[in-house]
């Protein structure tokens, strides 16, 4: 197949459900002759805006039917679409039929995402697929030599900028790229779908498993300066990261993205109902989380458990930022702030900084909604449901001749949820609804028991305290002890209760030695690994 350059465009395709600028950039391809052909609903905006279109029924001689399930697809349309002008046996063929060669194809399909994020019941969703659209969408980027497809209006408008500077026409390097953008979002389109038909079906692991997204923004780099980087929404729908506005602040870097998603998902865990929460995250890790009387007041308190970790955090809130925690935000030097909302007040504060981010996501995720989290292996995906498990106090199970107190119950049940999202192997010492010492990542229980008490040590010397947060505190393991040592570790920290999973061939030596030293200890028979 011949590469022509430059293609002019006498004739367009138009269909669109989404039809913001549809007249303005219309008009703008009737000033260059071009014809336009169109189907429903943007035949009749076209059509009642004054621009001269016509109906795609006319040009078939076939009627529209069955609901418009049935309109598009037809071969003057899709010989229109992939006819080669440069085959003698494909211009044949177009002329014998009276199939009219289009140029351009300008469509956007149906909203089956939004449908699907909107709630809406299963026949809508399925009435909400497109077909002739992808099949358009393919065909002509298939044919891309010869035909410039759009699938949005940026692209509609890169269209029409090259058309302005080369007297009506489309050049070969725009058509690849347009046509290379329009199969990405057919495969997107196709993931969202059968994503969701799987879900709907109940199917955990279906045979073919597609994931897709829209690029949200080109980041400058990746973890490290020589990685590329990009980041791309799912359509999950789901309050954060990906669906926050950015009020102020420099670029978000892959850093900051993937720091602000780990903060913002860890303070989801607890209601705001239940009181105001603050959450300091460094390199995907908490450290310091506590819950307050007011959003200020859980802030301090979450800086004071480790505020040398906190210098170029990223804090998160489950309740809406005031002026008065802003204030106290703009007094270190922060990389993002993330929260449900902001009041004005507290925004102007915020201003004074102005390389800090602030995100404002409109609302919280629901840490028990399902979902699926997806991590890249050589040829390969992992694939797995979210943690969307949770704990509550009745499934508790005490395995110490001591129950826990009231208090130390409060605490255990709050060291769990944050120490759910820290990474493995994980050790969560907390006291009066905040972190007294996080221990992460270590490839040891034992060491992680260590470094968790070892930073609170740190802490209370920078705070002058007289003793460390952990002595009267609670401990959180994401898995059970495997020995007695790790536990006994806690223990000598100040830990006087106990939450792990339990389910060891030693617990019977962990029980053992807790009834030894006094403490309580329950079993949750829930673990939580993080990688």
Same mark, same amino acid.
């Given at each position: 197949m011949?590469?022509?350059?430059?293609v002019?465009v006498?004739?367009?395709l138009?269909?669109?459900?989404d039809?913001?600028?549809l007249?303005?950039?219309?008009?703008t391809?009737?000033?260059?002759?071009?014809e336009?052909?169109s189907t429903?609903?943007?035949?009749?905006t076209?059509r009642e805006?004054?621009?001269?279109?016509?109906?795609?029924?006319?040009m &078939?001689?076939?009627?529209?039917?069955?609901? /418009?399930r049935?309109?598009t697809?037809?071969?003057?349309v899709? /010989?229109g679409l992939?006819?080669?002008?440069?085959?003698?046996?494909? #211009?044949t063929?177009?002329e014998?039929?009276?199939i009219p060669?289009i140029?351009?194809?300008?469509?956007?399909?149906?909203?089956?995402?939004? &449908?699907v994020?909107?709630? +809406?019941?299963?026949d809508?969703c399925?009435?909400?697929?497109?077909?002739g659209g992808?099949?358009?969408?393919?065909a002509?980027?298939k044919?891309?030599?010869?035909v410039?497809?759009?699938v949005?209006?940026?692209?509609a408008?890169?269209?029409? *900028?090259?058309?302005?500077t080369?007297?009506g026409a489309?050049?070969?390097?725009?058509r690849?790229?347009?046509?290379?953008? *329009?199969y990405?979002r057919?495969?997107?389109?196709d +993931?969202?779908?059968s994503s969701w038909?799987?879900?709907?079906?109940?199917?955990?692991a279906?045979?073919?498993?597609?994931?897709?997204?829209?690029r949200i923004?080109a980041l400058r780099y990746?973890e490290n300066p020589?990685?590329?980087a990009a980041f791309?929404?799912s359509?999950?729908?789901?309050p954060?990261v990906a669906?926050?506005?950015?009020?102020?602040g420099?670029?978000?870097?892959?850093?900051?993205?993937?720091d602000?998603?780990a903060a913002f998902?860890?303070a989801?865990e607890?209601?705001p109902?239940?009181g105001a929460v603050a959450v300091?995250?460094?390199?995907?890790?908490?450290?310091?989380?506590?819950r307050?009387e007011?959003v200020l007041?859980?802030y301090e308190?979450?800086? *004071?458990?480790?505020p040398?970790s906190?210098?170029g955090?990223?804090?998160?809130?489950?309740?809406v930022?005031?002026?008065e925690t802003?204030?106290?935000? &703009?007094k270190i030097f922060?990389e993002?702030?993330?929260?449900?909302?902001?009041?004005?007040? +507290?925004?102007d504060?915020?201003? /004074?900084?102005?390389?800090l981010?602030?995100?404002l996501?409109?609302?919280m995720?629901?840490?028990?909604?399902?979902?699926?989290?997806?991590?890249?292996?050589?040829g390969g995906?992992?694939?797995?449901?979210?943690?969307?498990? #949770?704990i509550?106090?009745?499934e508790?199970?005490?395995?110490?001749?001591?129950?826990?107190?009231?208090?130390?119950?409060?605490?255990?049940?709050?060291?769990w949820?944050v120490?759910?999202?820290v990474?493995?192997?994980a050790?969560v010492?907390?006291?009066?609804?905040?972190t007294?010492g996080v /221990?992460?990542g270590q &490839?040891?229980?034992l060491?992680a028991?260590?470094?968790a008490?070892?930073?609170?040590?740190a802490?209370?010397?920078?705070?002058?305290?007289?003793?460390?947060a952990?002595k009267?505190?609670?401990c959180?393991?994401?898995a059970?002890?495997p020995?007695?040592?790790?536990?006994?570790?806690?223990?000598?920290a100040?830990a006087?209760?106990?939450?792990q999973?339990?389910?060891?061939i030693?617990d019977?030596a962990v029980?053992e030695a807790?009834?030894?030293?006094g403490?309580a200890?329950v079993?949750?028979?829930?673990r939580h690994?993080?990688h």
């Amino acid at each position: 197949m011949a590469q022509t350059d430059l293609v002019p465009v006498r004739r367009a395709l138009i269909s669109l459900s989404d039809k913001d600028g549809l007249v303005d950039r219309a008009r703008t391809l009737t000033e260059f002759g071009v014809e336009i052909l169109s189907t429903g609903g943007t035949l009749r905006t076209l059509r009642e805006a004054g621009v001269e279109a016509i109906d795609v029924a006319e040009m &078939t001689g076939f009627p529209e039917m069955m609901d /418009g399930r049935l309109k598009t697809l037809h071969p003057r349309v899709h /010989g229109g679409l992939l006819g080669r002008r440069d085959l003698e046996a494909d #211009r044949t063929a177009m002329e014998t039929h009276a199939i009219p060669e289009i140029d351009l194809l300008f469509v956007n399909l149906y909203p089956f995402e939004s &449908t699907v994020a909107a709630g +809406a019941p299963f026949d809508e969703c399925i009435e909400n697929i497109d077909i002739g659209g992808p099949a358009m969408l393919r065909a002509a980027a298939k044919n891309h030599p010869f035909v410039a497809v759009c699938v949005d209006n940026d692209d509609a408008d890169a269209v029409i *900028a090259a058309m302005k500077t080369h007297d009506g026409a489309t050049p070969l390097d725009l058509r690849k790229r347009l046509a290379a953008k *329009a199969y990405a979002r057919t495969g997107a389109y196709d +993931a969202a779908v059968s994503s969701w038909f799987a879900g709907e079906l109940g199917e955990d692991a279906p045979d073919y498993r597609v994931f897709g997204g829209r690029r949200i923004d080109a980041l400058r780099y990746g973890e490290n300066p020589h990685q590329s980087a990009a980041f791309y929404a799912s359509g999950e729908g789901r309050p954060g990261v990906a669906s926050a506005r950015q009020i102020q602040g420099k670029a978000l870097s892959y850093n900051n993205l993937a720091d602000a998603d780990a903060a913002f998902e860890l303070a989801a865990e607890f209601d705001p109902a239940d009181g105001a929460v603050a959450v300091i995250v460094k390199h995907a890790n908490p450290c310091g989380v506590a819950r307050g009387e007011s959003v200020l007041d859980a802030y301090e308190r979450a800086f *004071a458990a480790d505020p040398v970790s906190a210098f170029g955090g990223i804090v998160a809130f489950n309740q809406v930022l005031d002026a008065e925690t802003a204030n106290a935000l &703009t007094k270190i030097f922060l990389e993002v702030v993330i929260a449900p909302d902001a009041d004005a007040a +507290a925004l102007d504060v915020l201003s /004074g900084k102005a390389n800090l981010r602030v995100l404002l996501t409109g609302g919280m995720p629901d840490a028990e909604q399902s979902g699926w989290t997806v991590k890249s292996v050589a040829g390969g995906l992992l694939v797995q449901a979210r943690d969307a498990g #949770r704990i509550t106090e009745t499934e508790l199970t005490v395995a110490t001749e001591r129950a826990p107190t009231e208090d130390e119950m409060r605490d255990l049940l709050f060291a769990w949820k944050v120490c759910k999202h820290v990474k493995s192997n994980a050790i969560v010492y907390a006291r009066g609804d905040a972190t007294a010492g996080v /221990g992460m990542g270590q &490839t040891s229980r034992l060491e992680a028991a260590r470094l968790a008490a070892a930073k609170a040590e740190a802490t209370a010397k920078e705070n002058g305290w007289d003793e460390p947060a952990t002595k009267g505190s609670v401990c959180a393991s994401d898995a059970f002890f495997p020995f007695p040592d790790g536990l006994l570790t806690a223990v000598e920290a100040g830990a006087t209760a106990v939450i792990q999973p339990g389910g060891s061939i030693k617990d019977e030596a962990v029980i053992e030695a807790a009834n030894e030293a006094g403490i309580a200890m329950v079993f949750t028979g829930m673990r939580h690994f993080r990688h």
